[in-house]
């Protein structure tokens, strides 16, 4: 394999895999890019072909792959990683970029990762476990001894939604209940995890291993609440910026070490080589970074802000990471800062509607520095409609996060749909 004529297969239809088609797509040193099953805007680049079929569907995605002689297959959603479609590829001689489902538990159980943790004496905030509904009472007594603000997480894969954290005793215990009653995120919530509040500001360190070499890419912050000032409920993600000013070189060092380093190498011994990305979202608390979730792929919407920043770099790094050469590797990112900023429908996150037309989607464009990622859209009749809960995601680059700020914020005011919400504090501070 040659990253001078890469052929990529993207699985996943959302923002992050937008972006990864992007990148890919505008990288000239990539023939072709096939997306399964892709989304209108993945569709309008040049050299992507977008195919239907169940990314769920693992025998009919290998047959893609051969079908179109792909070199290596990048899974965007984490849903295939956890129920182990790197180790239907790899059984199948095809390569993937991504973890194997045993090491994909660092995302599909919390516990485990916790657990792992601990054992590593990797900084963490402190936790206990409650398993099944026979555990509630222990919950709620936990609950009413411990002091607020309450973190409940489920142990599953939530869809960025299994947190909550409350200063309210009576939600905590509610929650509680309905996680483990199964009410809530099914069997994802039926273990959860109660965990010490760590104050502090977050940042998304995203890593990308070939089993024995760690490469990390540009630093990021989320925004998980709906609305301004981080108030509203928890959702996917309302928008991202990169880099994150208080994470300079040194402190990335000490994350390194005391982090993925340890992680990755536990993983290593207790299951199998980790090849892909592994995403930190760390506290940079006053006693130093602690993490409090892994994800095994890259974040949404942090692609959407790191992957512009890189320019046409990710085929280099996927073809290093597939041949076990990422030490020769080394980041340049293209331009300073990314602001990106996510446009949800009406009703997200709880019951968002669809098929609203969108409308001034090629003015917003038209803005220097801007990228428009489609991340919840279809076709019908030629009109671009909702069709998800985040609809789109605006990214603009600039020389530092005010100006790819000020950008990013205009473009979007050129975009309309009935119900369009968003906030308006992402890198305001």
Not at 108 to 133: C, H, N, W
Not at 216 to 238: F, I, S, W
Request: hydrophobic fraction near 40%; aromatic fraction near 6%; include cysteine.
């Amino acid at each position: 394999m040659s990253a001078s004529s890469l052929s990529v297969m993207v699985v996943g239809s959302g923002g992050r895999e937008h972006a990864i088609c992007w990148a890919l797509a505008t990288d000239a040193s990539v023939e072709k890019v096939v997306a399964v099953p892709g989304n209108p805007g993945i569709a309008s680049l040049q050299k992507t072909e977008c195919i239907e079929a169940k990314i769920s569907d693992f025998a009919t995605l290998v047959d893609i792959a051969e079908a179109k002689r792909v070199d290596v297959t990048v899974v965007g959603p984490e849903l295939p990683l956890c129920e182990g479609i790197a180790d239907y590829f790899r059984a199948s001689g095809q390569k993937l970029f991504g973890p194997t489902m045993a090491a994909a538990r660092l995302e599909s159980s919390k516990a485990f990762a916790k657990q792992l943790m601990i054992r590593e004496g990797v900084p963490t905030p402190k936790a206990r476990i409650f398993d099944g509904f026979g555990d509630l009472e222990d919950a709620i007594h936990h609950i009413a001894k411990s002091e607020p603000p309450w973190v409940i997480k489920a142990d599953g894969l939530a869809g960025g939604k299994g947190v909550l954290v409350t200063t309210d005793e009576q939600e905590a215990i509610e929650w509680a209940r309905a996680c483990l009653s199964g009410e809530k995120f099914g069997s994802s919530g039926s273990k959860i995890l109660i965990e010490e509040y760590s104050p502090g500001k977050e940042a998304s360190v995203l890593v990308v291993t070939d089993g024995k070499n760690l490469l990390p890419l540009p630093v990021a912050r989320d925004y998980k609440r709906l609305l301004d000032e981080d108030q509203g409920p928890n959702t996917g993600g309302m928008g991202a910026f990169s880099p994150v000013p208080e994470v300079d070189d040194s402190l990335l060092d000490q994350i390194m070490d005391t982090i993925f380093e340890p992680v990755l190498a536990a993983v290593r011994k207790e299951c199998e080589p980790y090849v892909g990305v592994l995403y930190g979202g760390l506290v940079l608390s006053e006693e130093g970074p602690k993490v409090l979730e892994f994800n095994v792929r890259l974040g949404d919407p942090e692609a959407q802000a790191v992957l512009p920043r890189l320019g046409p770099q990710l085929a280099t790094v996927l073809d290093a990471t597939l041949s076990g050469d990422l030490d020769r590797v080394s980041i340049h990112p293209a331009h300073n800062a990314a602001v990106t900023v996510v446009l949800a429908a009406q009703g997200y996150p709880e019951r968002p509607r669809t098929e609203d037309p969108i409308f001034g989607l090629d003015e917003a464009s038209q803005h220097e520095g801007v990228t428009v990622f489609h991340a919840g859209t279809a076709l019908s009749g030629g009109q671009l409609l909702t069709a998800g809960g985040r609809v789109l995601d605006v990214s603009a680059v600039g020389n530092d996060l005010r100006e790819a700020r000020k950008s990013a914020y205009e473009a979007l005011s050129s975009i309309y749909f009935e119900g369009m919400q968003y906030r308006t504090d992402i890198a305001q501070d």
